[in-house]
């Protein structure tokens, strides 16, 4: 399928959103569209695999008579005793099992038939779904997922009435799709920025625009010590420690395919309950198989997550590749033991009024020694003193900021600040800093709502920094003895000013111009008062 054909399927689905939600808030009606599209995608998958696996023996449709619902149910109920060894094997191929009767086609075909245990028979399904589909646990995936929520209606039958048009509805306009080439997640992510577009500052907790997580993808997968080679072969890991939705995790996963590469295991950790759960259906939705990933749902800043708690220098896990867009200037209240905490006891504790050096620090900590981080921040990390001061002249000293690209303002649903992308490294070769200013109006576009880059903008900031050019009024390689002599403030215009220079003016021609004015002046006058003589009224002085 092609990108038109998937924006065009993501926009069918937005449209039926649209019609559908009526008076419901917008998040809670997300959550529905997503899961009956992360349901679609997992039975096609399954029904697919399910016939490969038998062969002959999968039922034939026609031959059946299986009034619309999927074939397998018939194999299931003619063969109670293979049942086991089936699932088997599917576990093995296809990494989870999905009984038929909470496969997508019979569920469509309860809603088109407006069967009236439809509501009953979807809660069952996603519990199946979440405690023995998959052989690692998937618990909770649909917690937010209210169907018995009174939006939906006042009553059991008012509910699943609903439900009977919502899924009626869907189908149809998935009817014309398969699910070939990540198509069903395309068409999420798709739905999961527009959703964003309308929830303001909301958008920030689970969305990064595709654009900007074009850049740090770039980025994170060229070669860490010299980009100028071009892509890696191989990342080992990558981890979003503020993963929101997966996409930028997926985008890195995207940029490595795309390259002739691949990624080995995707990590992620996300605060938000329902974040967290949109995030691991789109890692499902782009066939990264349950084995291939782990998000973990709790705080990255005080860090409670088992994994990454390892006293032990020697098994301390660390990451080919760290990407994040943490929630900018965060406040937090950082307790005094966490000075101690390995992740900030060699550079100090952020400032309470702001945690991004905090989210800085966490991820730099879980960084191999030659790999690459890029992290979307608020300007003020560049300039802020006090304490982010010490921390950022610390990173400079110890040579981690390899470079700082300044972006234009208006770029994210969650604000309308302009921010900057950090490219830390804890073992880079050049010893200056490359500041790329990417703000001047000319390197993006502005948007009725939001401004964007495209793809040429974006393509030129990631050439500038492979190959960590030059160029007047858009970037500099500055030397560190320059940042020292600006007490390591990094403030981009300070280095890269994108004001145009006054056009320089020729006083000789400028001269010149004055006497021909005059000369012509005088002549007009001269002609004037001849008017005026024959007039017989008095010339101008």
Not at 144 to 164: F, H, M, P, Q, V
């Amino acid at each position: 399928m092609t990108e038109r054909d998937q924006k065009q399927l993501g926009q069918i689905l937005w449209n039926i959103a649209d019609q559908l939600r009526g008076a419901m808030n917008a998040d809670d009606f997300r959550d529905y569209m997503l899961a009956f599209l992360f349901l679609r995608y997992l039975s096609d998958n399954y029904e697919t695999a399910a016939k490969k696996e038998l062969g002959r023996d999968y039922p034939d449709l026609d031959a059946v008579g299986n009034g619309g619902r999927p074939p397998l149910s018939a194999w299931y109920e003619d063969n109670p005793g293979d049942i086991p060894a089936f699932e088997k094997q599917m576990r093995l191929k296809s990494h989870y099992v999905i009984n038929p009767k909470y496969l997508w086609t019979n569920i469509v075909h309860m809603a088109k038939t407006q069967h009236g245990k439809l509501l009953d028979t979807l809660q069952e399904g996603f519990k199946h779904i979440e405690n023995d589909s998959f052989g690692s646990t998937f618990s909770g995936l649909f917690s937010e997922i209210n169907l018995g929520s009174e939006k939906l209606g006042k009553t059991y039958t008012a509910k699943n009435d609903r439900l009977c048009k919502i899924i009626k509805k869907i189908a149809d306009g998935l009817a014309d799709f398969t699910t070939d080439s990540d198509t069903l997640g395309d068409a999420y992510e798709y739905l999961i920025g527009q959703f964003a577009a309308g929830s303001g500052k909301k958008a920030g907790e689970f969305y990064t625009p595709q654009r900007i997580s074009d850049i740090l993808s770039a980025i994170v997968t060229l070669d860490g010590q010299d980009p100028m080679t071009g892509h890696r072969k191989k990342l080992a890991s990558v981890m979003d420690f503020a993963c929101g939705s997966g996409s930028l995790l997926l985008n890195v996963r995207k940029s490595m395919v795309d390259a002739g590469g691949n990624v080995g295991m995707i990590y992620g950790q996300e605060m938000n309950i329902t974040t967290y759960n949109l995030c691991r259906m789109n890692m499902l939705l782009h066939g990264v198989k349950d084995s291939e990933f782990e998000i973990y749902h709790g705080d990255t800043l005080t860090n409670d997550w088992d994994m990454l708690r390892e006293q032990n220098p020697a098994k301390k896990p660390t990451f080919d590749a760290v990407v994040a867009n943490p929630p900018f200037s965060y406040r937090w209240s950082p307790k005094e033991a966490l000075g101690e905490d390995m992740r900030f006891k060699n550079h100090g504790l952020a400032p309470k009024s702001a945690a991004d050096f905090a989210f800085l620090l966490h991820g730099f900590h879980y960084l191999k020694d030659q790999g690459v981080m890029a992290i979307i921040l608020p300007h003020g990390v560049l300039f802020r003193g006090g304490k982010e001061a010490a921390i950022r002249k610390k990173l400079l000293e110890d040579g981690h900021i390899d470079t700082v690209i300044g972006l234009p303002a208006n770029l994210f649903y969650s604000t309308g600040i302009p921010v900057c992308i950090l490219v830390l490294k804890k073992c880079k070769k050049p010893d200056d800093v490359l500041i790329i200013n990417a703000s001047d109006a000319e390197n993006f576009e502005k948007g009725k709502r939001q401004n964007y880059m495209n793809a040429d903008q974006i393509g030129k900031i990631i050439d500038t920094y492979q190959y960590r050019k030059e160029e007047k009024r858009y970037s500099r390689r500055v030397e560190m003895e320059e940042i020292k002599d600006n007490d390591y403030n990094l403030n981009i215009s300070r280095y890269v000013s994108t004001a145009k220079p006054e056009p320089e003016i020729s006083l000789e021609e400028t001269h010149a111009a004055l006497v021909e004015t005059e000369k012509e002046i005088k002549a007009a006058k001269e002609k004037h008062n001849a008017f005026l003589e024959e007039l017989g009224l008095p010339p101008l002085p």
